[in-house]
């Protein structure tokens, strides 16, 4: 009986899959946020989401320092340094998910210039026009930019158009009004989506 009941064990942990692990971060790292339904999020996902994939509205870069991993991005309150964990908090209480990315080998030399030029980036308010200036940054503009000595990613047309309807939403059009400016179709920009999709990235996990 001893016997039996030790094969049928063998046999389970065979045929059950081993539980994924989360991956471990390490400098150089992107972590992609995923995007919410409703609002500038869900507005972000609109024009930029890509059909039956994943769809992001906010990118940062993982770096570290003497107490441990931080991570260096542009949100609301500006281009900022955040502990990792301060940063995943953020997110769950959203109720949104972390993905990690990270660059492929042939580019990973370029990731001290571009921690070290995030650094330089930190303290200026966040752009909520997303047209490029020298001033302030969004997200991934600020990745972008960090990474820009080394060409590790394009700056490509902007979008605002449902890729379905091929129509400017009502939410882009009322807020861009606000500002007292056109929608900035197809000037040059980035956004999370198009970056995550970068050959130079490959995704490794969700965090936990």
Same mark, same amino acid.
């Given at each position: 009986?001893?016997?039996?009941?030790?094969?049928?064990?063998?046999?389970?942990?065979?045929?059950?899959?081993?539980?994924?692990?989360?991956?471990?971060?390490?400098?150089?790292?992107?972590?992609?946020?995923?995007?919410?339904?409703?609002?500038?999020?869900?507005?972000?996902?609109?024009?930029?989401?890509?059909?039956?994939?994943?769809?992001?509205?906010?990118?940062?870069?993982?770096?570290?320092?003497?107490?441990?991993?931080?991570?260096?991005?542009?949100?609301?309150?500006?281009?900022?340094?955040?502990?990792?964990?301060?940063?995943?908090?953020?997110?769950?209480?959203?109720?949104?998910?972390?993905? #990690?990315?990270?660059? !492929? @080998?042939? %580019?990973?030399?370029?990731?001290? $210039? &571009?921690?070290?030029?995030?650094?330089? +980036?930190?303290?200026?308010?966040?752009?909520?026009?997303?047209?490029?200036?020298?001033?302030?940054?969004?997200?991934?503009?600020?990745?972008?930019?960090?990474?820009?000595?080394?060409?590790?990613?394009?700056?490509?047309?902007?979008?605002?158009?449902?890729?379905?309807?091929?129509?400017?939403?009502?939410?882009?059009?009322?807020?861009?009004?606000?500002?007292?400016?056109? #929608?900035?179709?197809? !000037? @040059?920009? %980035?956004?999370?989506?198009?970056? $995550? &999709?970068?050959?130079?990235?490959?995704? +490794?996990?969700?965090?936990?």
């Amino acid at each position: 009986m001893r016997v039996l009941l030790l094969l049928c064990s063998l046999l389970l942990t065979v045929a059950l899959p081993a539980a994924a692990k989360a991956p471990h971060v390490r400098d150089g790292d992107l972590l992609f946020v995923t995007a919410a339904r409703t609002g500038l999020s869900g507005a972000i996902d609109d024009a930029t989401g890509k059909q039956g994939q994943a769809s992001y509205d906010h990118v940062a870069l993982v770096a570290h320092d003497a107490q441990g991993k931080i991570v260096l991005h542009a949100d609301e309150e500006g281009s900022r340094q955040q502990t990792l964990a301060a940063f995943l908090a953020e997110a769950k209480a959203k109720q949104r998910q972390v993905v #990690v990315y990270r660059l !492929k @080998p042939d %580019t990973r030399k370029a990731i001290p $210039a &571009a921690i070290a030029t995030a650094r330089t +980036l930190l303290g200026k308010p966040y752009n909520f026009t997303y047209v490029q200036a020298e001033d302030s940054y969004y997200c991934s503009d600020f990745i972008e930019r960090a990474f820009r000595a080394d060409h590790v990613f394009a700056l490509q047309p902007m979008n605002f158009r449902n890729p379905q309807t091929g129509q400017i939403s009502q939410y882009w059009i009322d807020f861009y009004r606000g500002k007292g400016m056109d #929608v900035p179709q197809d !000037k @040059p920009g %980035t956004n999370p989506n198009d970056m $995550a &999709a970068s050959p130079a990235l490959e995704r +490794l996990g969700a965090l936990d």
